[in-house]
T-cell receptor, first 113, second 115 residues
Framework: DAGITQSPRYKITETGRQVTLMCHQT?????MFWYRQDLGHGLRLIYY???????DKGEVPDGYVVSRSKTENFPLTLESATRSQTSVYFC????????????FGPGTRLTVT | AQKITQTQPGMFVQEKEAVTLDCTYD???????LFWYKQPSSGEMIFLIY??????QNATEGRYSLNFQKARKSANLVISASQLGDSAMYFC????????????FGPGTRLSVLP
């Protein structure tokens, strides 16, 4: 199916475990983003990528790692999950044109116990 | 400094009435875009409307319009003829052309439409 997908949709993990959230888009958009959404904070940018093999930190990158070996995929890894990383994670993509909105995935609800 | 400010954590409006959701922004980039998104209780992010910094006219999309006052750095969303399905969180966001392509989001306003 065309669009932007995230997997898993729900994940429960334990403190200290590594977990990877997947994001896949079919539009060949150059830019991809990871946000976390917490009550009272809106959406905060974790990492973004301008193209394959080009990534950069956002507002809250600590504890997260990203890679982008292919244009369509942008996985987010929590190397050693902490309870403070319990959140809803959104992946988004957009073209490089200013007027184009970001298209969001459905979100992944991650709980770290 | 906060780049996007939404001062109304929650708003109530009567069905069929109009409502204005406030958004102010801060940027030194002359080229930027402003966006509004809706997030219903189901959680997905839905794009509503876009306004470019060089656009001369206010953007409109159906029942949504954007009251863009560039000198005041405000980009308020106006929803006309509110419907029960408009109850949701609304986020204002900005994209600066010369400071990377990432979006900055405000904290959101929760709109409740009363029957």
């Amino acid at each position: 199916d065309a669009g932007i997908t995230q997997s898993p949709r729900y994940k429960i993990t334990e403190t200290g475990r590594q977990v990877t959230l997947m994001c896949h888009q079919t539009w060949s958009h150059s830019y991809m983003f990871w946000y976390r959404q917490d009550l009272g904070h809106g959406l905060r940018l974790i990492y973004y990528s301008a193209a394959a093999d080009i990534t950069d930190k956002g507002e809250v990158p600590d504890g997260y790692v990203v890679s982008r070996s292919k244009t369509e995929n942008f996985p987010l890894t929590l190397e050693s999950a902490t309870r403070s990383q319990t959140s809803v994670y959104f992946c988004a993509s957009t073209s490089g044109i200013l007027s184009y909105e970001q298209y969001f995935g459905p979100g992944t609800r991650l709980t770290v116990t | 400094a906060q780049k996007i400010t939404q001062t109304q954590p929650g708003m109530f409006v009567q069905e069929k009435e109009a409502v204005t959701l406030d958004c102010t922004y801060d940027t030194s980039d002359p080229s930027y875009g402003l966006f509004w998104y809706k997030q219903p209780s189901s959680g997905e992010m839905i794009f509503l409307i876009y306004q470019g910094s060089y656009d001369q006219q206010n953007a409109t999309e159906g029942r949504y319009s954007l009251n863009f006052q560039k000198a005041r750095k405000s980009a308020n969303l106006v929803i006309s003829a509110s419907q029960l399905g408009d109850s949701a969180m609304y986020f204002c966001a900005m994209r600066e052309d010369n400071y990377g392509q990432n979006f900055v989001f405000g904290p959101g306003t929760r709109l409740s439409v009363l029957p």
